[in-house]
C-alpha cells in the first residue's frame, strides 16, 4: 500500500513539473513573438519616418535621413539573403560571421546619425557630413557585394541542378519511347533487306521455279497445291528364263560339263 501511495505520488509530482515547465516554454515563445512583433512595428515606423523625412525636408535632417535610410534598406535587404541561404547551404557560415562584424559598425553608425538628427548645431553636422556618407557608402558597399555573392550562388546551384534534371527527362523521354521503328538493315547491295510477312493460316509452301521458262501456270499452280513431283524409280533388269527361250534349227544344243 505504502509503495502505491509513493508512486502515485511521484507520478503527481512529474506531472507538476511537466505542466510548469510546458508553461514556462509557451510563455517565453509568446514574449518572444510579442518582441518580435514589436521590434518589426518600431522598425517599420522608423523607416517611414525617415522615408518621410528624406523627401519631405531638405539640408542638413534630410541627408542625414536618407544615409539612415540606406543603410537600413542595405543591411536588412543583405540580412535576409543571408540567413535564408545559410538554411540550404552550409558554406555561407563564415559569411554570416562576416556580416555579423559589418552590422556591428553599421548599428554603431546608426546610432551616431541618429544622435546627430538631434543635434541643434547644424554647421557642426554638415561638417561631418562628407565622412559619414564615404561610411555609410563602404558599409552598404560590403553589405551588398556579401548580398549578391550569395544570390549568384544560389543561381548558379540552381541552374546546375537544372541542367542535370534536363540531362534526366530527355534520357526518361528517350526510354519511353521505345516504340519507335529502327532502321531495317542494309544487305550487301545496298538495298534494305525485304521480309515477306506471313499472316496466319497463310503458310503455303512456295511454288519451285520451273526450268522451262515456257512452262505454263497451271503446272505451277499445281506443284504449289500437291508439293514436289515423286522421283520413278528404276527397275530391275531380270535375265530371260533358257527354257522359255526359242530354239532354232541351226543353234546347237548346249552340252554339260565333265570334270576329269
Same mark, same amino acid.
Given at each position: 500500500?505504502?509503495?502505491?501511495?509513493?508512486?502515485?505520488?511521484?507520478?503527481?509530482?512529474?506531472? !507538476?513539473?511537466?505542466?510548469?515547465?510546458?508553461?514556462?516554454?509557451?510563455?517565453?515563445?509568446?514574449?518572444?513573438?510579442?518582441?518580435?512583433?514589436?521590434?518589426?512595428?518600431?522598425?517599420?515606423?522608423?523607416?517611414?519616418?525617415?522615408?518621410?523625412?528624406?523627401?519631405?525636408?531638405?539640408?542638413?535632417?534630410?541627408?542625414? /535621413?536618407?544615409?539612415?535610410?540606406?543603410?537600413?534598406?542595405?543591411?536588412?535587404?543583405?540580412?535576409?539573403?543571408?540567413?535564408?541561404?545559410?538554411? #540550404?547551404?552550409?558554406?555561407?557560415?563564415?559569411? !554570416?560571421?562576416?556580416?555579423?562584424?559589418?552590422?556591428?559598425?553599421?548599428?554603431?553608425?546608426?546610432?551616431?546619425?541618429?544622435?546627430?538628427?538631434?543635434?541643434?548645431?547644424? /554647421?557642426? !553636422?554638415?561638417?561631418?557630413?562628407?565622412?559619414?556618407?564615404?561610411?555609410?557608402?563602404?558599409?552598404?558597399?560590403? /553589405?551588398?557585394?556579401?548580398?549578391?555573392?550569395?544570390?549568384?550562388?544560389?543561381?548558379?546551384?540552381?541552374?546546375?541542378?537544372?541542367?542535370?534534371?534536363? /540531362?534526366?527527362?530527355?534520357?526518361?523521354?528517350?526510354?519511353?519511347?521505345?516504340?519507335? !521503328?529502327?532502321?531495317?538493315?542494309?544487305?550487301?547491295?545496298?538495298?534494305?533487306?525485304?521480309?515477306t510477312a506471313q499472316g496466319p493460316g497463310t503458310?503455303?509452301?512456295?511454288?519451285?521455279?520451273?526450268?522451262?521458262?515456257?512452262?505454263?501456270?497451271?503446272?505451277?499452280?499445281?506443284?504449289?497445291?500437291?508439293?514436289?513431283?515423286? #522421283?520413278?524409280?528404276?527397275?530391275?533388269?531380270?535375265?530371260?528364263?533358257?527354257?522359255?527361250?526359242?530354239?532354232?534349227?541351226?543353234?546347237?544344243?548346249?552340252?554339260?560339263?565333265?570334270?576329269?
Amino acid at each position: 500500500m505504502e509503495a502505491a501511495i509513493t508512486i502515485l505520488a511521484l507520478l503527481l509530482v512529474a506531472f !507538476v513539473a511537466l505542466g510548469v515547465y510546458a508553461t514556462v516554454k509557451a510563455v517565453g515563445a509568446a514574449k518572444r513573438g510579442v518582441d518580435r512583433t514589436i521590434t518589426q512595428a518600431r522598425r517599420t515606423v522608423e523607416d517611414t519616418t525617415l522615408r518621410a523625412k528624406s523627401f519631405g525636408q531638405t539640408g542638413v535632417a534630410g541627408e542625414l /535621413a536618407q544615409l539612415r535610410l540606406a543603410l537600413r534598406t542595405s543591411m536588412r535587404a543583405t540580412q535576409d539573403a543571408l540567413h535564408a541561404g545559410a538554411a #540550404e547551404d552550409a558554406s555561407l557560415a563564415e559569411s !554570416v560571421a562576416l556580416f555579423r562584424r559589418l552590422s556591428e559598425h553599421g548599428l554603431e553608425l546608426d546610432d551616431e546619425l541618429k544622435r546627430l538628427e538631434r543635434e541643434p548645431d547644424r /554647421a557642426t !553636422v554638415a561638417g561631418l557630413l562628407p565622412k559619414l556618407r564615404e561610411r555609410t557608402q563602404r558599409i552598404t558597399h560590403s /553589405a551588398e557585394s556579401l548580398r549578391w555573392a550569395a544570390r549568384d550562388r544560389a543561381r548558379q546551384f540552381a541552374d546546375d541542378d537544372l541542367d542535370a534534371l534536363n /540531362a534526366q527527362i530527355d534520357i526518361e523521354a528517350g526510354a519511353l519511347r521505345h516504340w519507335t !521503328v529502327e532502321e531495317p538493315p542494309q544487305t550487301s547491295g545496298g538495298a534494305p533487306a525485304s521480309t515477306t510477312a506471313q499472316g496466319p493460316g497463310t503458310d503455303w509452301p512456295e511454288p519451285a521455279a520451273s526450268a522451262d521458262p515456257s512452262a505454263g501456270n497451271s503446272s505451277t499452280a499445281d506443284q504449289a497445291w500437291s508439293g514436289p513431283a515423286r #522421283e520413278e524409280s528404276p527397275q530391275a533388269i531380270t535375265a530371260p528364263d533358257p527354257r522359255l527361250r526359242t530354239t532354232y534349227p541351226w543353234q546347237k544344243s548346249t552340252r554339260p560339263e565333265t570334270t576329269n
